[in-house]
T-cell receptor
Framework: DAGVIQSPRHEVTEMGQEVTLRCKPI?????LFWYRQTMMRGLELLIY????????DSGMPEDRFSAKMPNASFSTLKIQPSEPRDSAVYFC?????????????FGSGTRLTVV | DQQVKQNSPSLSVQEGRISILNCDYT??????FLWYKKYPAEGPTFLIS?????DKNEDGRFTVFLNKSAKHLSLHIVPSQPGDSAVYFC???????????FGTGTRLQVFP
């Protein structure tokens, strides 16, 4: 298995533009998580899905952020409109069951820069 | 409100010595604690975990200690190697919400 695959690896966009981040979880994993990494707050959980259904989106910063999981092998995180304070590294992770004792498998992340 | 705290942003250790990374938490509803390691331009990778019913878990050079009364856990790496240089994240699972909460990370540098 190729692991969790995220695209793009880097994204530079202008303020106000729409940004879409993509994630392909590991086949057979039924949980998918979106995290954001910043220096000040570390890794913050934005939203997570179980069997393609959003379970908890309380970490999504505001209405400009939305996430979907149309099927078991694909998820998107969209920011519209983007702002400079959204600049961060966004990670997708997947796990089998909740994985607390197994851990989550993370993708390599998308580094987003909004100018 | 940071429920999982790593108060040392960085740590520098000589090769062969012990590295001790610390983590404090505030929520009594955590039932599992985990450590992740992250290299630049890569995602975090799972390193070791411990259940809240235990006080120690060992895996090769890595040992995690849990002190529930102090709400403190630590990761010991013995002996430290240059390849251990990375950012280490402490994480805790809330058994009510099933969420994994991460700390802000500690950058470990192991020098020859």
């Amino acid at each position: 298995d190729a692991g969790v695959i995220q695209s793009p690896r880097h994204e530079v966009t202008e303020m106000g533009q729409e940004v879409t981040l993509r994630c392909k979880p590991i086949s057979g994993h039924d949980y998918l998580f979106w995290y954001r990494q910043t220096m000040m707050r570390g890794l913050e959980l934005l939203i997570y899905f179980n069997n393609n259904v959003p379970i908890d989106d309380s970490g999504m910063p505001e209405d400009r952020f939305s996430a979907k999981m149309p099927n078991a092998s694909f998820s998107t995180l969209k920011i519209q409109p983007s702002e400079p304070r959204d600049s961060a590294v966004y990670f997708c992770a997947s796990s089998f069951l909740q994985g607390a004792n197994y851990g989550y498998t993370f993708g390599s992340g998308t580094r987003l820069t909004v100018v | 409100d940071q429920q999982v705290k790593q108060n040392s942003p960085s740590l520098s250790v000589q090769e062969g010595r012990i590295s001790i990374l610390n983590c404090d938490y505030t929520n009594s509803m955590f039932d599992y604690f985990l450590w992740y390691k992250k290299y630049p331009a890569e995602g975090p990778t799972f390193l070791i975990s411990i259940s809240s019913i235990k006080d120690k878990n060992e895996d090769g050079r890595f040992t995690v200690f849990l002190n529930k009364s102090a709400k403190h856990l630590s990761l010991h790496i013995v002996p430290s190697q240059p390849g251990d240089s990375a950012v280490y994240f402490c994480a805790a699972r809330n058994y009510n919400t099933d969420k994994l909460i991460f700390g802000t990370g500690t950058r470990l540098q192991v020098f020859p």
